[in-house]
């Protein structure tokens, strides 16, 4: 393929050598010129290479592509209008990581790019280390060595230049993370432009949204022109802007701005090494402790105990006033309304079901408040970097830790957005087996189970077992990816960057809305989702009713009882021979073989079934099924308190049934989202069915080495 005419655009900050390298390039075959309608100068040459007509036009130098300035302004119009076939990033290398801030930009709009690493003599005579080959497989992008004032590496340049020209044809933005709240908030911006033009240009939704949340003057006065979009962008950036203000007491430019240094960071502390003593900022003195190699892991585990310690210690109390409420409401129901179904409904199906759920809504708070803290202040972060070394081993990439402690790898999160966060891996493989083991790390709605549980059967050891459970899912997740890319998804892993973004004190503001907002996500969740689903499994729970003859025997043995606990013993008795008879009662049996082996009985599969909708359900559930029959509104007790006192509950069969819960097909929700992420069914079904055999085995394992261990 020869003949083919080339526009290379030079582009670079003020000072790095890009005239040198248009000099060095060209030589005396210049044009000097205007950009049209501006004052700002262009110059651009014609050369041949290899039979390719190469048009080289220099941009001016900037420092940014926000259309900040001038120059920034036609440097970027320069690229969206014109499109050259590729751009040469010319960066210092002796200022690597404030001249890869551009580089960085050119790879978020997606412009083929070579870097030129020049001045790399006054690099190396600053006595930095610079790894051309490794920036290069970090970045995803050319990087040639050079020295343009004295030509050093300049033909190599252009041929690295003409054949990336002519392998890449299309624009490939690179999609970075810039945390939790400008992602949800691209997320949310990108959505409006799903079936809308952007007729105005050749760019992804993803660059504009970002672009709109930098307060990018000229990309909102060209949404603002586009009819498709006009009326309802403004408003929505608007109100993200504010909330992202609000959160992380910065504006969202800042943020942005932290998470692309961040990212070279990363890249730096790879690709560089310094050999002689370099001024150490503070964030990196606190690294230096933070993500040490033997110190790190150990303050994790130490900051991971000690949050579990505090959520428990501090949301006693309160879980205590709410299950008192709730007691207190089945009561008041219980007098007021007269009996028949719609008492069991509303006792039974609304108030012991989603009570069950919303009785955990401080411990959910408190986990809320502490992932708020780590997350804020950018100790997160350090985690995905600490992980990442470990990760790799398992498969993984970096950026899959950040996906697995969205989905609850802190405990309390949610596999759906952990899911999504999966987007930013860039290798396909690495990015599928994150998606498909993400669901087993311990989410909000596994919470309650586990709190329920552990309240019942390990009440003198709460942190230590939700600590063994975090370590468990964490374990069996990474075993999990193990074996995925060990056989359906095989294949190498590509080199990746971690992002440590600077440290910064939270504000009480910034973590008080954060808490709310998941808290209150988690409180809507049981008000609409889980109400219904109780709903419906009360029902199935309810009907068909016992055949006359056989509730009539019922009555007879009632009525026949002499003392008022004897009453009451046959009174719960019938309540569960009517859940035996009910739908959900005979799917719970017919079950009941298949469960055994692990210890469940026919309630807890009831149970379970209807945990495959959704996580909290099996508590809901088992709050109704064991709250069916019970009828003295004095001796309403805890959920809790009724499994402990519970024939044929122990610690042991708690055990493998919150090992089971944790394991278990994901949520509908979740598979839904997994659905959409893979663009078909065949993962999200591989996923139910992979976990569910799993959770099988696992929890078979457990019940039946603590039976041989003699622990039953
Ligand atoms: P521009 O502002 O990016 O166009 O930079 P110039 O091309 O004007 O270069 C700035 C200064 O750096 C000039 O004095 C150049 O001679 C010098 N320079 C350019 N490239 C190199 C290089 O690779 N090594 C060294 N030592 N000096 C360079």
Redesign the pocket.
Known sequence: MSGEKITIALA????????????AITGARQHVGNYPGVTVEKKWGHISLNGHDLEIVDLP?TYSLTAYSMEELVARDYLIKQKPDVVID?V?AANLERNLYLAVQFMELGVPLVIAL?????AEGRGLKIDPDKLSRLMGVPVVP?????G?GVKQLLGEAVETALRQKQWRPLELSYGPDVDQALLELTGKFNGNSLAWSPLGARWVSLKLLENDAEVQKQVSQDPGLAGHMEPLRQKLRDHLRLTMDDDPEGVIADYRYGFIGGIYRQAVQETRAQRLELSDKIDKVLTNRLVGPLILLAVLYGIYQFVFWASEIPVGWLEGLFGWLGGVAEAAIPEGFVKSLVISGIIDGVGGVLGFVPLIMFMFFTIAILEDTGYLARVAYLLDRVLRNFGLHGNSVMAMIVSGGISGGCAVPGVMAARTLRDPKARLATILTVPMMNCGAKLPVYALLIGAFFAAREAQMLFALTLVSWGLALIAARILRWTVLKGETSPFVMELPPYRLPTLRGLLIHTWERTWQYIKKAGTVILGISILMWALMSFPALPEDQAAAWDAKVQAATTKELRQEVEYHKGQAELAHSVAGRMGRALHYVTAPLGFDWRTNVALVGGFAAKEVVVSTLGTAYSMGEVDPEDTVGLSERLAKEPGWNPLKAFALMLFVMIYAPCFVTVAVIRNETGGWKWPLFAVAYTTVSAYVISFLVYQGGLLLGLG
Do not use: E, H, I, L
């Open positions: 670079g900050n003020p000072n790095s050598g890009k005239t040198s390298m248009f000099n130098g010319v210092d020049n001045m790399m003599d006054v050079t020295v343009a004032r004295k050093k």
